[in-house]
């Protein structure tokens, strides 16, 4: 089949780490000529990050929730709603007349997933983490072909503007935080435990605080006369991540790998609950490569993240980071895509 007349539905997301490998995939099928739908959630982000965007077909926002930590009645119910709505995918699907489907996990996929399996169309996996989601585990045999750049070393698609603006670290004189999509309170304190410290030392903090926790961290560099570049969430992260020397960071997927392109040395503070612990051993795969430190959050010291933020050999970091990534990742898995499907 031509190029051209490919038509691909990409679903998934719930949080950001999963909408960014739709959005970066998304516009990788764009250059080339090609419009994807996108199936989601009601429930979640997705609604937020594809609603208004233009680079999809269609959208459509299915009502799929969680199923993983309902127990006895309340999961089958919820199983019972992912069949009903995998039978609308279904027809979604058959409508659009799609080639393939594109998951990036998380419950939003479910639907469109189960329904590719059922009308035997192609179903791509990208997983962004080091332990397999449930959904992912669960579907990966059924898969063509599953992306994942712990398990098979697939770049990891980054959108290009980290790369453009990367930039060796040699000094220290501006600090990011990052609490991920939704913001981290852990993070947030330790921001503004250190902030003191580093107004002292004339470092710079760039500051994000997730929606929830916003007013509080503003208010709280208001009061001590702290000068902070802070905000819940940016649309411009690389402009941000660019100007900052080292990162204080959840260890989600995307932003790790962002950080990784651009080379900015890091100390990755896990979130705990993550399903297998998954965000400790996406950082440790840094962390073995002295790309990077991980600090669990319950074993937090100021001294030794102090320590680190001004003892470390900051270019020795950023080279290797400079050596870990791999560009062009969402060139390759659309590469990967097209070449399976003509085989
Ligand atoms: C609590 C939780 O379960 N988190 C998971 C979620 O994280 P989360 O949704 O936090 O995802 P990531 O940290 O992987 O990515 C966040 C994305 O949002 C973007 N961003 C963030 C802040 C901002 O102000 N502007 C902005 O654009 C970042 O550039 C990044 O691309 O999905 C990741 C990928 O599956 C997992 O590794 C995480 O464990």
Redesign the pocket.
């Known amino acids: 089949m031509e190029n051209k007349k490919l038509k691909i539905a990409i679903t998934g997301g719930?949080?950001?780490?999963?909408?960014?490998?739709a959005k970066v995939i998304k516009e990788e099928l764009n250059k080339r000529g090609l419009k994807p739908i996108y199936i989601g959630s009601t429930n979640g982000?997705d609604k937020k990050w594809f609603e208004k965007d233009m680079g999809f077909s269609k959208k459509y926002f299915l009502s799929s929730k969680g199923v993983v930590n309902k127990k006895g009645l309340n999961k089958i119910i919820s199983l019972i709603n992912i069949f009903k709505l995998s039978l609308k995918a279904k027809k979604i699907l058959q409508q659009n007349k799609i080639n393939a489907v594109f998951s990036?996990?998380?419950y939003s996929a479910a639907p469109a997933s189960f329904a590719a399996l059922l009308l035997n169309r192609p179903l791509f996996i990208h997983?962004?983490?080091a332990y397999i989601?449930s959904l992912n585990k669960l579907l990966k045999p059924f898969s063509k072909r599953f992306f994942s750049t712990f398990l098979y070393n697939d770049p990891y698609p980054v959108?290009e503007i980290f790369f453009e603006k990367k930039r060796i670290r040699k000094e220290l004189k501006t600090v990011i935080f990052?609490?991920?999509?939704?913001?981290?309170v852990a993070i947030n304190n330790l921001a503004i435990s250190l902030a003191p410290i580093l107004k002292e030392k004339n470092i710079n903090i760039i500051h994000?605080t997730?929606k929830k926790d916003y007013e509080r961290i503003k208010e709280f560099y208001e009061k001590n006369a702290i000068n902070a570049d802070i905000?819940?969430?940016?649309?411009?992260?690389?402009d941000?991540?660019t100007k900052a020397d080292f990162a204080i960071?959840?260890?989600?997927?995307?932003?790790?790998?962002?950080l990784v392109a651009n080379n900015i040395p890091a100390i990755f503070i896990?979130?705990p609950?993550?399903?297998g612990d998954?965000?400790y051993y996406?950082a440790r795969f840094l962390e073995e490569k002295n790309a990077g430190f991980v600090i669990r959050e319950e074993k937090i010291k100021k001294e030794k993240i102090l320590e680190i933020l001004f003892h470390s050999n900051l270019e020795e970091i950023s080279k290797n980071l400079s050596k870990t990534v791999q560009k062009n990742g969402a060139e390759f898995i659309v590469d990967e895509i097209i070449k399976t499907l003509h085989q």
């Open positions: 719930g949080t950001g780490g999963h909408l960014k490998i982000a990036v996990g998380g997983e962004q983490n989601g959108e990052l609490g991920g999509s939704q913001g981290a994000q997730g905000f819940d969430f940016s649309k411009n992260l690389a941000k991540i960071s959840r260890a989600g997927a995307s932003t790790m790998f962002e896990p979130y609950y993550a399903a998954h965000q996406n």
